[in-house]
Protein backbone atom coordinates (compact mmCIF):
# COMPACT_ATOMS: atom_id res chain seq x y z
CA UNK A 1 0.00 0.00 0.00
CA UNK A 2 1.39 3.37 -1.09
CA UNK A 3 1.63 6.04 1.65
CA UNK A 4 0.71 9.25 0.86
CA UNK A 5 4.48 10.78 0.58
CA UNK A 6 5.46 8.09 -1.48
CA UNK A 7 4.63 9.90 -4.73
CA UNK A 8 6.88 8.39 -7.69
CA UNK A 9 5.15 6.95 -9.98
CA UNK A 10 1.74 7.63 -9.04
CA UNK A 11 -0.97 8.63 -11.28
CA UNK A 12 -3.60 11.46 -10.20
CA UNK A 13 -1.25 13.84 -8.34
CA UNK A 14 -1.60 16.11 -11.20
CA UNK A 15 2.31 17.45 -13.27
CA UNK A 16 4.92 18.88 -11.28
CA UNK A 17 5.45 22.86 -11.24
CA UNK A 18 8.10 24.44 -13.38
CA UNK A 19 10.55 26.28 -10.74
CA UNK A 20 13.70 28.67 -11.23
CA UNK A 21 16.51 26.80 -9.86
CA UNK A 22 18.52 29.80 -9.91
CA UNK A 23 16.94 31.35 -6.94
CA UNK A 24 17.60 29.48 -3.87
CA UNK A 25 14.45 30.57 -1.58
CA UNK A 26 11.19 31.85 -3.40
CA UNK A 27 10.36 33.31 -0.10
CA UNK A 28 12.13 35.11 2.80
CA UNK A 29 10.31 32.88 5.65
CA UNK A 30 11.88 29.65 3.43
CA UNK A 31 15.49 30.61 4.57
CA UNK A 32 14.27 31.32 7.99
CA UNK A 33 12.50 27.65 7.76
CA UNK A 34 15.97 26.35 7.08
CA UNK A 35 17.83 27.92 9.47
CA UNK A 36 15.17 26.95 12.41
CA UNK A 37 15.84 23.41 11.28
CA UNK A 38 19.56 23.20 11.10
CA UNK A 39 20.09 25.12 14.51
CA UNK A 40 17.69 22.54 15.84
CA UNK A 41 19.45 19.73 14.27
CA UNK A 42 22.42 20.74 15.93
CA UNK A 43 21.38 19.97 19.66
CA UNK A 44 21.58 16.53 19.04
CA UNK A 45 17.75 15.26 19.93
CA UNK A 46 17.48 13.33 16.37
CA UNK A 47 19.16 12.57 13.51
CA UNK A 48 18.37 13.05 9.74
CA UNK A 49 16.51 9.62 9.13
CA UNK A 50 14.30 10.85 12.45
CA UNK A 51 13.51 13.83 10.71
CA UNK A 52 12.79 12.45 7.58
CA UNK A 53 10.45 10.45 8.89
CA UNK A 54 9.00 13.31 10.99
CA UNK A 55 7.95 14.46 7.60
CA UNK A 56 6.56 11.22 6.16
CA UNK A 57 4.20 10.78 8.99
CA UNK A 58 1.99 14.47 8.96
CA UNK A 59 -1.54 13.55 8.61
CA UNK A 60 -2.12 12.92 5.16
CA UNK A 61 -4.54 15.98 4.65
CA UNK A 62 -1.54 18.02 6.07
CA UNK A 63 1.11 16.47 3.76
CA UNK A 64 -0.42 16.99 0.46
CA UNK A 65 -1.87 20.64 1.12
CA UNK A 66 1.48 22.24 2.72
CA UNK A 67 4.18 23.10 0.80
CA UNK A 68 7.79 21.77 0.70
CA UNK A 69 9.11 24.44 3.81
CA UNK A 70 5.69 23.90 5.02
CA UNK A 71 6.04 20.05 5.82
CA UNK A 72 9.31 20.80 7.30
CA UNK A 73 7.70 23.56 9.68
CA UNK A 74 5.36 21.28 10.94
CA UNK A 75 7.53 18.25 11.57
CA UNK A 76 10.30 20.40 13.38
CA UNK A 77 7.32 21.54 16.06
CA UNK A 78 6.33 17.77 16.35
CA UNK A 79 9.91 16.98 17.45
CA UNK A 80 10.36 19.69 19.01
CA UNK A 81 7.67 18.45 21.36
CA UNK A 82 7.99 15.01 20.99
CA UNK A 83 11.97 15.22 22.32
CA UNK A 84 11.04 17.51 25.13
CA UNK A 85 12.60 20.41 24.09
CA UNK A 86 9.38 22.52 23.63
CA UNK A 87 5.88 22.72 24.81
CA UNK A 88 2.76 23.10 22.91
CA UNK A 89 2.18 25.91 25.10
CA UNK A 90 5.71 27.60 24.22
CA UNK A 91 5.12 27.00 20.26
CA UNK A 92 1.78 28.72 20.34
CA UNK A 93 3.84 31.78 22.37
CA UNK A 94 2.19 31.46 25.78
CA UNK A 95 4.53 32.00 28.82
CA UNK A 96 8.13 32.63 29.56
CA UNK A 97 10.27 31.45 26.69
CA UNK A 98 12.45 28.44 27.88
CA UNK A 99 16.28 29.16 28.61
CA UNK A 100 19.15 28.52 25.70
CA UNK A 101 20.19 25.51 25.13
CA UNK A 102 24.25 24.92 26.27
CA UNK A 103 23.96 23.41 22.72
CA UNK A 104 22.77 26.10 20.87
CA UNK A 105 24.49 26.67 17.20
CA UNK A 106 26.21 30.20 17.50
CA UNK A 107 26.66 32.52 14.61
CA UNK A 108 30.36 31.61 14.53
CA UNK A 109 29.72 27.61 13.81
CA UNK A 110 27.31 27.64 11.65
CA UNK A 111 29.60 27.62 8.43
CA UNK A 112 31.79 24.65 10.13
CA UNK A 113 28.71 23.40 10.41
CA UNK A 114 27.26 23.23 7.04
CA UNK A 115 30.24 22.14 5.01
CA UNK A 116 30.74 19.37 7.62
CA UNK A 117 30.72 15.87 6.34
CA UNK A 118 29.15 13.28 8.29
CA UNK A 119 29.74 10.08 6.79
CA UNK A 120 27.65 7.49 7.21
CA UNK A 121 29.44 4.20 6.21
CA UNK A 122 30.53 1.92 8.36
CA UNK A 123 33.34 -1.51 8.77
CA UNK A 124 30.95 -4.58 9.51
CA UNK A 125 32.52 -8.30 9.58
CA UNK A 126 29.42 -9.11 7.15
CA UNK A 127 30.42 -9.75 3.88
CA UNK A 128 28.10 -8.65 0.89
CA UNK A 129 25.43 -10.98 -0.27
CA UNK A 130 25.77 -9.94 -3.72
CA UNK A 131 28.36 -8.33 -6.53
CA UNK A 132 28.42 -6.19 -8.97
CA UNK A 133 26.52 -8.01 -12.64
CA UNK A 134 24.15 -9.90 -10.30
CA UNK A 135 20.52 -9.87 -11.04
CA UNK A 136 18.35 -8.96 -7.88
CA UNK A 137 14.71 -8.89 -6.93
CA UNK A 138 13.44 -6.32 -4.50
CA UNK A 139 10.91 -7.25 -1.72
CA UNK A 140 7.13 -6.76 -2.96
CA UNK A 141 5.87 -5.37 0.24
CA UNK A 142 7.85 -2.59 2.70
CA UNK A 143 10.14 -3.66 4.54
CA UNK A 144 10.29 -1.20 7.85
CA UNK A 145 11.13 -2.27 10.90
CA UNK A 146 7.85 -1.30 12.49
CA UNK A 147 4.33 -0.64 10.15
CA UNK A 148 3.84 2.39 8.82
CA UNK A 149 7.31 3.29 9.66
CA UNK A 150 10.68 4.75 7.66
CA UNK A 151 12.00 2.96 4.69
CA UNK A 152 14.27 3.92 1.40
CA UNK A 153 12.62 1.51 -0.14
CA UNK A 154 9.94 2.98 -2.53
CA UNK A 155 6.99 1.67 -3.44
CA UNK A 156 7.41 1.89 -7.46
CA UNK A 157 10.29 -0.67 -7.24
CA UNK A 158 8.83 -3.09 -4.62
CA UNK A 159 8.87 -6.17 -6.37
CA UNK A 160 10.98 -5.38 -9.44
CA UNK A 161 14.09 -6.93 -10.88
CA UNK A 162 17.07 -5.13 -11.76
CA UNK A 163 21.22 -5.83 -11.49
CA UNK A 164 23.69 -4.70 -9.01
CA UNK A 165 26.41 -1.95 -10.60
CA UNK A 166 28.14 -1.19 -7.81
CA UNK A 167 28.69 -2.00 -4.03
CA UNK A 168 29.42 1.06 -2.02
CA UNK A 169 30.13 -0.83 1.30
CA UNK A 170 28.27 -0.95 4.60
CA UNK A 171 26.43 2.15 5.33
CA UNK A 172 24.14 2.99 8.44
CA UNK A 173 20.17 1.44 7.56
CA UNK A 174 17.61 4.05 7.76
CA UNK A 175 14.98 1.55 8.81
CA UNK A 176 16.61 1.24 12.02
CA UNK A 177 17.95 4.40 12.43
CA UNK A 178 14.42 6.36 11.85
CA UNK A 179 13.38 4.46 15.10
CA UNK A 180 15.71 4.99 17.85
CA UNK A 181 16.65 1.13 16.75
CA UNK A 182 20.38 1.99 16.82
CA UNK A 183 22.55 2.44 13.10
CA UNK A 184 22.32 -1.34 12.21
CA UNK A 185 24.36 -0.92 9.23
CA UNK A 186 24.38 -3.25 6.22
CA UNK A 187 25.52 -3.48 3.05
CA UNK A 188 24.65 -0.82 0.13
CA UNK A 189 24.27 -1.29 -3.88
CA UNK A 190 23.80 0.81 -6.55
CA UNK A 191 20.84 -1.14 -8.39
CA UNK A 192 19.91 -0.67 -12.47
CA UNK A 193 15.97 -0.83 -13.13
CA UNK A 194 15.11 -0.54 -16.58
CA UNK A 195 12.28 1.83 -17.38
CA UNK A 196 10.15 -0.99 -18.71
CA UNK A 197 10.95 -2.77 -15.42
CA UNK A 198 9.62 0.24 -13.23
CA UNK A 199 6.63 1.45 -15.16
CA UNK A 200 5.71 -0.93 -17.97
CA UNK A 201 6.70 -1.86 -21.53
CA UNK A 202 5.67 1.61 -22.89
CA UNK A 203 8.66 3.30 -22.05
CA UNK A 204 11.82 3.79 -24.40
CA UNK A 205 14.34 0.56 -24.77
CA UNK A 206 17.42 1.89 -23.37
CA UNK A 207 15.78 4.20 -20.59
CA UNK A 208 16.83 3.19 -17.13
CA UNK A 209 17.32 4.15 -13.23
CA UNK A 210 19.38 3.76 -10.53
CA UNK A 211 18.72 3.13 -6.87
CA UNK A 212 21.04 3.17 -3.95
CA UNK A 213 19.19 0.08 -1.91
CA UNK A 214 20.39 -1.72 1.35
CA UNK A 215 20.84 -5.71 1.26
CA UNK A 216 17.80 -6.41 3.51
CA UNK A 217 15.64 -4.68 0.53
CA UNK A 218 16.90 -7.63 -2.24
CA UNK A 219 16.79 -10.89 -2.33
CA UNK A 220 18.23 -12.68 -5.32
CA UNK A 221 16.34 -12.95 -8.68
Known amino acids: MSRVHDMGGRLGDGAIPDKDD ?5 QAWHARALALTLASGALGAWNIDISRHA ?6 GDY ?12 LANLLVERGLLTPEELAGKGDPAPLSPQALREKAVSAMMHKVVPYSRDIAEKPAFKVGDVVRTLDHSPAKIPNGHTRLPRYAMGKTGTVRLCHGAHVFPDSHAHDLGEAPAPLYAVEFSAKALWGGEQPDGDSMVLDLWQPYLVPA
Open 55 to 60: RERLSP
Open 64 to 75: TRFSYYEKWMAA
Open 22 to 26: AVVFH
